[in-house]
Nanobody
Framework: QVQLVESGGRLVQAGGSLRLSCAASGRAFSSYAMGWFRQAPGKEREFVATIAWSGSTTYYATSVKGRFTISRDNAKNTVYLQMNSLKPEDTAVYFC???????????????????WGQGTQVTVSS
């Protein structure tokens, strides 16, 4: 089992940048593919980005591709989401999630992930 804690969310102006972090504890972090999802009020949780256990492959939602970068540091048991050129529509609670797999195939849906953090609020003002 793994426990996840997100941090780094805050209020930022449109065009600004933020870096979210997700610290993991518990079983071997490097055995998990990691994902970032977000959920805006009244909307379903949606996929943002995912990274394979080794960091060798990454995938992004079309809406964030070219603006967001997911990365991980297995020595620090941490996954990051660098968010640049933020837009008001990026406003949401951002969640990190873990899926125990050594496959490098992407996992896009929430139900593929067994472990979730509590979320961190990102608000982008116009």
């Amino acid at each position: 089992q793994v426990q996840l804690v997100e941090s780094g969310g805050r209020l930022v102006q449109a065009g600004g940048s933020l870096r979210l972090s997700c610290a993991a504890s518990g079983r071997a972090f490097s055995s998990y593919a990691m994902g970032w999802f977000r959920q805006a009020p009244g909307k379903e949780r949606e996929f943002v980005a995912t990274i394979a256990w080794s960091g060798s492959t990454t995938y992004y939602a079309t809406s964030v591709k070219g603006r967001f970068t997911i990365s991980r540091d297995n020595a620090k048991n941490t996954v990051y989401l660098q968010m640049n050129s933020l837009k008001p529509e990026d406003t949401a609670v951002y969640f990190c999630a873990a899926r125990e797999t050594l496959s490098i195939a992407p996992s896009y849906t929430p139900r593929q992930y067994a472990y979730w953090g509590q979320g961190t609020q990102v608000t982008v003002s116009s």
